[in-house]
């Protein structure tokens, strides 16, 4: 069985600053795959970005960056540069690639609030 | 960017009756999934499909069916509507490829009266 975890139910960050959303995650698979999705108040999901666990470089989209610590089994996003847009809540997601049905199982979800 | 559709977006009914939430993609994908997004927001697998005539069932026991019989169409139905059944359905899909991300609908609030 594969979980994940995000322990912050909700944060707040001014606009323009730096936020880092935690997520760990337990499986017994050696490769699996890693994803943030945003949720805005229109419900649509979104992805932000994914991380192969084979690959040592943490990955990154503009402003979204992440902290992938294997060994740690610790997947914490970075927005920069905070924007009112970037309100939503956020899901980590993990998928190993050779799990049954390659689902994703996600985390709690963490509500994000970008402060004027 | 993602061609897959939910009807309806929003639908209120009242206890007992038989539904039925359509989900829709046009980018050929082989898997498809129901999450169920309860109030706490945690998003809950609860059916998926490799393809044609393939439905299981997901971590979360529900008492709703899903059908596959073409690769487009991935219909959700509840046969007797409960208020426990009240929450946000998402329905999403993907390629046969691992890394591929999912490409979720805008999903389906229902409400159960």
């Known amino acids: 069985a594969q979980t994940v975890t995000q322990s912050q139910p909700e944060m707040s960050v001014q606009e323009a600053e730096t936020v880092t959303l935690s997520c760990t995650y337990d499986t017994s698979e050696n490769n699996y795959y890693l994803f943030w999705y945003k949720q805005p108040p229109s419900r649509q999901m979104i992805l932000v970005i994914r991380q192969e666990a084979y690959k040592q470089q943490n990955a990154t989209e503009n402003r979204f960056s992440v902290n992938f610590q294997k060994a740690a089994k610790s997947f914490s996003l970075k927005i920069s540069d905070s924007q009112l847009g970037d309100t939503a809540m956020y899901f980590c997601a993990l998928r190993g690639a050779y799990n049954a049905g390659n689902m994703l199982t996600f985390g709690g979800g963490t509500r994000l609030m970008v402060k004027p | 960017e993602a061609d897959i559709y939910q009807t309806p977006r929003y639908l209120v009914i009242g206890t007992g009756k038989k539904i039925t939430l359509e989900c829709s993609q046009t980018?050929?994908?082989?898997?498809m999934y129901w999450y169920q997004q309860d109030p706490g927001m945690e998003l809950h697998l609860i059916h998926y499909?490799?393809?044609?005539?393939?439905?299981e069932k997901g971590d979360l026991s529900s008492e709703s069916t899903v059908s596959r019989i073409r690769t487009e169409h991935f219909p959700l139905t509840l046969e007797s509507a409960r208020p426990s059944h009240t929450s946000q359905y998402l329905c999403?899909?993907?390629?046969?490829?691992?890394?591929?991300?999912?490409?979720f609908g805008s999903g389906t609030q229902l409400s159960v009266l």
């Open positions: 499909s490799y393809g044609v005539n393939s439905t």
């Open positions: 999403a899909s993907r390629p046969g490829a691992t890394n591929e991300k999912l490409f």
């Open positions: 980018m050929g994908h082989d898997k």
